[in-house]
Structures are given as C-alpha cells and as structure tokens.
C-alpha cells in the first residue's frame, strides 16, 4: 500500500482525546502521514498522544489557528459535511463520487476537513471549500463518530489502491492561499469601492471567497488576478 | 437508505466499552439493526449502553455463549482478519471483493465476526468462517481499531446502496447450525470409528469442521446428509 502524503487530514476544533487518537490510528493505518489540527482543546491533544499505535502521526501533527492557515498550502480542499448546505452554493456529493471524480483526479496537495463533534463544519470553515462530501448514512441517525468518519473516509480513498492509477489532470491549480489572496484584494477593492456596507459586509465577504474557489482558478491566473487587483487597490487609494 | 436485517454483526468477547459502543453507533448510522455479542466483559456491555445514539441497537443486541450459538441461523458466516490464516485454508480475500462477490449475491442471513481487540479471532472462532476478509492497511500498521473496522466492513456494504440490486443466488443454502450438525455428527463418527485419536482429536474436529464448511452445502443436501450420518453412527454403535 503506497502513502498519501498529498492528502491533509484537518481536524478543525476537536475537543474528545479519544476521537483526536482513533483519527490519528486511521491516518496511520491508511499510509496519509499528515494530520493538520486547528484550534485542537489543548488538553484533549496532549492525552490523545497515549492513543495505541498513532504516537508517530500525533507527534508530527501540525497545529494551525485557523482553517485558512491549514489549507493554506493546498489547491483543492474538501470539507466532510452530513448534507448540502445549500445557502452555500457548495457542490456537495457522496463521498465515493468526490473521491473518484474530484480528489483522485487532482493534480496537487488537498485538505480533507472534519468538523468538530459537536458542530460539524461551521459555514465559515466551509468557505475555505470547493466542494463537500458526505458518507451515506440513515436519515434518522445521520451524525456519524469523527474516528469512524475520518477511518471510512481514508479507507474511500485507499480501497482500490492497487488498482491502475488515475491520470491526473494536467493544469496546476492554485494554492488555497493563493486563490485566497485574490479574494482577499476582491474584497478590499469591493469595500473601498463601496460596495459591500455594515451590517453585511462579513456575508458578502464569506459570499465572494465562494465565487472566487468556484473559479477553478490555476495558480498562474490566481497570481495574474491578484497583480491586477492590486493594482487597481492602488489607483482606488490614490485617488485624489 | 434501506435497512440490513439479514446481516448480523457478531462481536467476539467485546472488552471495550467505548468500542461496543461505537460498533453499535455505526450499526445505527448504516441501518444494520442486528448485533449480536459474544461472551461480552458484561461491565462494558453495561457501560456501552450509555454511548451516544446508539441505545437501540444496544438494547437489542443480543448475547451468546459461543460463536456456534451466535451464527446457528446464518448461511454464510464472514470473519474479519487482517490476513490469510493459511494454516486454516480458508478463502481469504480484500473486504470490497468479498463484500462485492460474496456477501451481496448471498441468498440468506450473513453473519459477519469481529474478533477481540486484543486477540483478533482465533482459530475456533474461525472454524465457523465461509471466508475472511480483510481492510487494507500499511504492513507496519496493520491492526485496525474495533469501531473503526465494524465502520468501514459496514460503509463498504452500503456504499452503493441506490444501486441497482444484485440478483440473488437461487440456491438456498444451509444454515450454519444445519452445516455444524454434519460436521459434529461425521466427527463423532469418526471417533467413533478409531479415526481421531488424542491427542490430535481437537485440531481434527476443527480441521473436518472446515472441511463441511467448505463444501457448500445447501439446506436440503445437508439435512440429508445428516440422516445418513446419524443412520451410520447407529450402525458402529450397535455393533456385536
């Protein structure tokens, strides 16, 4: 079985030691040598380290404060949702379908994000994502345990690993902090501009970071878009 | 999603209650709603119990002796190993292939074995195996957590559920209690008959067990085969 060091597993806000250990077993498992934790409850990460048999991934795990430092350096990130979030237009299908259509096929380092046990994925982690994938599960028992999610998921990814590798697409695509910058500069040319106004400025904002990761952009339109912006930041700033 | 009633989960000699309580979670999130415990540590079955969202399936869940008891009305019972046990010569195959090729063409109720967290399933255990199968995993990390392993053998049944329905073999085959009523009565037979002696005769009986399990029996030819054997035991027994 080959590892996946392109793929990041992102614990956003895990708060139970024991759900921190069993994830940390399934990575180990399942060859993906990097787990990424945001924000974690510092005393849960410290009794997860005594977790049979994960000792290797949790030492090496890395600590982030926020969702968009941990995706920072990926061009594809997938968030782990129970269903659709519809007001947030995010493409969202069956795990097996993201798997073999979206992830498999990515030509560059992805983020696999899991939300916290209590909440899940909040729409603000969710805007660091181009698409969302959920595991089957019954209508009246949907919430599945995130050492159960995260192992079922690895294992989506793993299950045919000796089977013929898939082509990757050729184009790079951009880095997330890539794709971020350009929202980041849309969004300050949109507020000098006047267009976005208090009280919505931070849905707008959530809004726009979802249309610019629609784009698809690749890395090279990513830093294109983000030097015109910029330039045009400067003309709005110097305006006499 | 529809439910499973003809696949049964069979938890060997549980120790864990945070694992029970898992494995009945998933049972409840895939719409498995039959667990079956043998011999549990009766202070984790207790304990289980207060496991988040799986209280139904914990309430349900009903406790055998002896693996023998547990599978008595299934006709293809599968175990979960991480690896062939060749001394055994069961048919060991990776979990999508069983799943694909053997469990859902099955005509029956399956009974699926997980063995203890600390031993696996033994040998005896085994003996009541049509086939195992196993969840790829990194050779340096083999050994999969319960609840993670009772998620993914699960996930991987339902993964294509809206799927169209595989046919079903039309042949009715036997019920384990029907297989193991041949095997006990052949090997009394043999016994009986100078065949066995100590102090082979348990590694016999275990070795001819898997000999019946693996001919395939349907109900008919085994409860033939039964009368027949009973007709030979009378036979030696009443001997001048």
Chains 1, 2 share one sequence.
Not at 156 to 172: H, N, V
């Amino acid at each position: 079985m080959s590892t996946h060091p392109d793929i990041r597993v992102v614990l956003v806000e895990p708060r139970n030691p024991l759900n921190i250990g069993a994830a940390a077993r399934a990575l180990s498992n399942f060859g993906f040598p990097e787990l990424r934790l945001v924000n974690p409850y510092r005393v849960a990460l410290e009794e997860a380290k005594s977790a049979v048999g994960a000792e290797a991934i949790l030492t090496a795990a890395k600590e982030f404060a926020t969702v968009a430092d941990a995706v920072a350096d990926c061009s594809l990130v997938a968030g782990t949702t129970s269903g659709s979030r519809r007001e947030l237009a995010i493409p969202h299908e069956r795990l097996e379908r993201v798997v073999a259509e979206t992830i498999h096929p990515h030509n560059g380092p992805v983020a696999i994000l899991f939300g916290s046990e209590k909440f899940g994925l909040s729409n603000d982690d969710l805007s660091h994502c181009h698409i969302t994938m959920g595991i089957p599960s019954r209508v009246e028992h949907r919430s599945i345990n995130l050492g159960q999610a995260v192992a079922v998921t690895l294992y989506e990814i793993i299950r045919l690993d000796t089977a013929p590798s898939i082509a990757k697409d050729p184009k790079k695509p951009a880095l997330a902090a890539e794709v971020d910058r350009v929202g980041t500069l849309m969004a300050e040319a949109s507020m000098e501009s006047g267009l976005f106004h208090e009280p919505t400025t931070e849905s707008s904002i959530l809004k726009l970071r979802q249309v610019v990761r629609r784009m698809g952009l690749t890395s090279a339109d990513a830093l294109y878009l983000a030097g015109m912006l910029r330039q045009i930041l400067w003309k709005i700033r110097n305006l006499p």
